[in-house]
């Protein structure tokens, strides 16, 4: 970390502070506008909601089968889970009852995709657009950027703005110019001039509906959720997948009541062999039959037209030789007929050929199955039900969390004393921006807070104190090495920041997986637990770090006070540059270890044996001496 960013961390934090008062601001903009509320939305176990009781029945008499109620169930799943209500409850009752429990106060339309029963069309393709509006101006705008970037050399600045302005186009512009058929500059709602006495007949179109189809962007969530269609008018349909084409369809021609199967397999050529490839089988009934018969010879007829005048004039004969087959105002698919099929097909049988993996073509049969399915439904009640746990329980589980959080803070002042400073304003910033997170998800995708997600929410907590605690041990493990706090925070940041980031990533990954493989209220278990680990990271990089860098400013930690948790008793520190020069003896005297204490003795034992030794040698010179002295001083006298 460079020296600007060691001493500036401050403008860091104040960032993390900014941007928490700007999402609280939208928040409260937000719940001031009625789009919103501050608190986050709650799941049918703690708020309660609405409860719808359907009972299927069929329009032909027959025996409704388990399997027609559980691709029901399916159906309206995921008619729910497209209209944004989360946390919703769909469940069997009794057999064949399906009771549907949707949280809070759902609008009407959420009901009404739930009352609705599902509507299969086989309809005839009039117009197939294979780009919106939106796409091809923006690749008419990109191409002449680019053109007047390879001409701006040889013009003025002013010119080439001019240029760019002048070739810009919007989509409004796009799509009137492909919806003006008779090219007078206006968009009438007034219906085309009639090419046939059928359902493909442009007669059935207006511009105004040309307009809207090039204008609807089909890959936007919000015109994949489906609706209900008149089935006696022209509609514009988007593809399920999402494709950025969209369809002009005419009025239905075939029911899904009329399909009597469809299965899943692979093809079988006219010769009776098998080959890889998957199709999907069709077999209508009678009045299904008959009319896919006029249905077929009519496309029949446009294909032949349109081959033979490849290469003339543009024709639409081609986008009529096409039918869709619709469900909930999706078209599922939209095919032709191969060259093989030269007439109509009276039979009933059809085969749909494509480049089908195992898996699509059992999901288109599924889904036409479904369509085929002469199932309505009733509504045998509706009514408001209370939760099915309440607040108490919302209240038992925010107490245990705010149990945990006081034990924790309790622990962290034991065993770090001042540095609890730095643990506490994390845990404290990092609550204040997951409840942040999941009111804006609860705005944003209508996301709802289960029990199940408070528990995730209440174990983040020791996921955020654990990420602290290897943190600030590093910080000691480096100071025990005789760095400077400075550089032992900077020093453990790095060592620390390597291993908490693997084991978010791990506790991630738990989640992600948990949530793909698990239902209910196990899944707002894992989304909480999710949310709440990458808001862990963000918080100890963005504000942890930057934050103890900044309290080493004041003398209380930068000394090394004993309340301040950076004390040379605590850290085992010993350099001068560490805790000052005043405590330099007293970390000297602590952090010496047990082997260098003993090598110390040794050395002091061995210097005073030499010490004793060199006083012995000089006495017993001093001796010798004294005695030659006294000889002599003998023989003189004798």
Request: proline share 3%; hydrophobic share 40%; glycine share 10%.
């Amino acid at each position: 970390m460079s020296r600007k960013q060691r001493r500036r961390p401050g403008r860091r934090l104040l960032m993390v502070v900014l941007v928490i008062a700007v999402g609280f601001a939208v928040l409260a903009v937000g719940t001031m506008r009625g789009w919103t509320s501050m608190t986050p939305g709650l799941a049918l176990d703690l708020e309660g909601g609405t409860q719808i009781i359907l009972t299927p029945t069929t329009t032909d008499g027959s025996q409704v089968t388990d399997s027609d109620v559980d691709q029901a169930i399916d159906v309206i799943r995921q008619r729910v889970d497209a209209s944004g209500v989360s946390e919703a409850q769909i469940s069997r009752q009794g057999g064949q009852n399906i009771v549907v429990s949707l949280p809070g106060e759902p609008d009407e339309q959420a009901l009404e995709l739930v009352r609705t029963s599902a509507v299969m069309y086989f309809r005839p393709v009039i117009r197939a657009i294979q780009y919106n509006a939106h796409l091809m101006a923006q690749a008419q705008n990109q191409q002449a950027t680019a053109s007047d970037g390879a001409t701006a050399g040889a013009e003025t600045d002013a010119t080439a703005g001019d240029e760019e302005a002048a070739t810009t186009v919007t989509p409004e512009e796009i799509a009137t110019s492909y919806a003006d058929v008779d090219g007078d500059g206006m968009i009438s709602s007034d219906p085309l001039p009639e090419t046939s006495q059928d359902a493909s007949s442009d007669s059935w179109i207006s511009e105004q509906l040309l307009y809207e189809a090039y204008m609807t962007d089909c890959t936007q969530a919000d015109n994949l959720t489906g609706d209900t269609q008149d089935p006696s008018v022209a509609v514009v349909s988007c593809s399920r997948d999402g494709s950025p084409g969209a369809y002009v369809l005419g009025p239905a021609e075939i029911a899904g009541t009329e399909l009597s199967n469809a299965v899943s397999g692979l093809e079988t050529t006219s010769q009776g062999s098998t080959t890889s490839n998957w199709v999907v089988s069709l077999e209508f009934n009678s009045e299904g039959t008959q009319a896919f018969a006029d249905l077929s010879g009519r496309l029949v007829g446009y294909r032949d037209t349109a081959s033979a005048s490849a290469g003339a004039s543009p024709s639409t004969d081609a986008e009529k030789a096409q039918f869709a087959i619709v469900l909930d105002g999706l078209t599922i698919m939209a095919s032709g007929f191969n060259e093989e099929v030269t007439s109509a097909i009276t039979d009933g049988r059809v085969q749909i050929t494509g480049d089908f993996t195992q898996d699509e073509a059992a999901t288109l049969a599924n889904q036409l199955s479904f369509g085929s399915l002469p199932l309505s439904f009733t509504v045998q009640s509706e009514q408001q039900v209370s939760a099915t746990l309440g607040t108490e329980q919302l209240r038992n589980g925010l107490i245990a969390g705010l149990i945990g959080f006081v034990l924790i803070i309790i622990y962290l002042a034991w065993q770090y004393r001042g540095l609890m400073v730095v643990a506490v304003s994390s845990l404290l910033v990092a609550a204040a921006v997951t409840y942040l997170v999941i009111a804006l998800l609860s705005w944003g995708m209508g996301y709802r807070l289960s029990l199940a997600g408070v528990a995730g929410l209440i174990i983040a907590i020791g996921v955020t104190v654990d990420s602290f605690i290897i943190y600030f041990e590093r910080v000691r493990d480096e100071a025990r090495q005789g760095r400077t706090l400075s550089t032992a925070v900077d020093e453990g940041w790095k060592h620390a920041r390597r291993t908490i980031v693997i084991s978010d990533t791990v506790n991630i990954l738990a989640a992600v997986v948990l949530y793909f493989l698990a239902v209910g209220g196990v899944q707002g278990f894992a989304f909480t637990l999710g949310v709440t680990t990458v808001v862990d990271l963000a918080v100890i990089i963005l504000f942890t770090h930057p934050l103890m860098e900044w309290l080493l400013r004041f003398r209380f930690f930068n000394e090394g006070h004993r309340l301040s948790g950076l004390d040379p008793e605590r850290l085992g520190g010993s350099a001068v540059s560490t805790y000052g020069r005043g405590r330099e003896a007293l970390a000297q005297g602590v952090t010496m270890s047990l082997a260098r204490r003993k090598a110390e003795a040794r050395s002091t034992a061995h210097r005073a044996v030499a010490d004793n030794a060199g006083a012995d040698t000089d006495d017993e010179a001093d001796g010798e001496a004294h005695d030659a002295l006294a000889g002599t001083k003998d023989g003189e006298a004798k």
